[in-house]
């Protein structure tokens, strides 16, 4: 059961959730930020930023106004612990500490002794407590998101030089997120914290990005359809193909973009 409280200045949120299968969430805005920790078991998270895939050990934030929505596994649903503060100053430093900021979505987090235990005992048996109690679970459960060491962002770069190289022999047929992170043998949100933190962009981002790098060196050199193109580059629908280059290319001269048969 969800427990809130406010000490009028500002609000903090807990709870803890053992979901059914299939289990579904949103789309949902929120007015505060929103960490979920799991427990046990699998789920999915979506985002403009994409689909990310999450197990036990792992978390996912939720900054206000954005819009997502969550799914447990229809074979392992999830189990998670809950906590929701105010979107101050204060507690986005403390998110901002820890590597947690806008466009972010996942992260690791250690069971430090019987923390997460306490934790769960403490949402699903207790039926009074204040608001300092409640942020104060924040505060504890913010100590356990695993800040990644040096060496983990050395071994980041590499892996980043691997799905480029990925990237190039598949870009025109097979590639996803999901082959990518299989090929790296990496989970999906530490294949995401890479990407994030090296390039700035989502790995979803960095493969359409790919591809319409490839496209436009096509179209420079003109003498195929548009939809020979997109097919070739790995785009199955024309349409999502001829937005997405437009976007990217709108502000290029007409006379750098080659001639290509319609």
Avoid at 238 to 256: N, V
């Amino acid at each position: 059961m969800p427990i809130a409280f406010s000490d009028g200045n500002g609000r903090a949120f807990m709870g803890h959730q053992q979901c059914p299968c299939w289990h579904r969430f949103g789309p949902a805005i929120r007015d505060h930020f929103l960490l979920h920790f799991i427990i046990k078991g699998k789920g999915k998270l979506q985002t403009e930023d994409g689909e990310f895939a999450l197990e036990q050990g792992e978390g996912f934030f939720i900054i206000p106004g954005e819009v997502t929505t969550y799914t447990a596994d229809p074979d392992d649903p999830w189990e998670y612990l809950w906590v929701g503060v105010g979107a101050t100053k204060e507690n986005e430093a403390v998110l901002r500490r820890h590597g947690l900021e806008s466009g972010v979505h996942c992260f690791v987090y250690r069971d430090k002794d019987e923390l997460i235990p306490y934790l769960k005992r403490l949402t699903v048996e207790t039926t009074l407590y204040n608001y300092e109690q409640a942020q104060g679970a924040f505060y504890l459960l913010m100590s356990t998101v695993d800040e990644e060491p040096v060496e983990r962002m050395d071994k980041g770069h590499r892996y980043l030089q691997m799905s480029y190289d990925y990237m190039e022999n598949a870009y025109s047929d097979s590639l996803t997120v999901e082959s990518l992170a299989e090929h790296l043998n990496v989970s999906r949100s530490y294949l995401y914290r890479i990407f994030k933190s090296g390039l700035g962009i989502s790995p979803q981002r960095a493969i359409l990005n790919f591809r319409l790098e490839k496209a436009a060196l096509l179209v420079e050199k003109g003498g195929i359809s548009l939809t020979e193109i997109a097919l070739s580059c790995g785009f199955c629908d024309l349409s999502h193909f001829s937005k997405a280059y437009k976007e990217r290319y709108r502000s290029r001269p007409k006379a750098e973009q080659g001639k290509s048969r319609e």
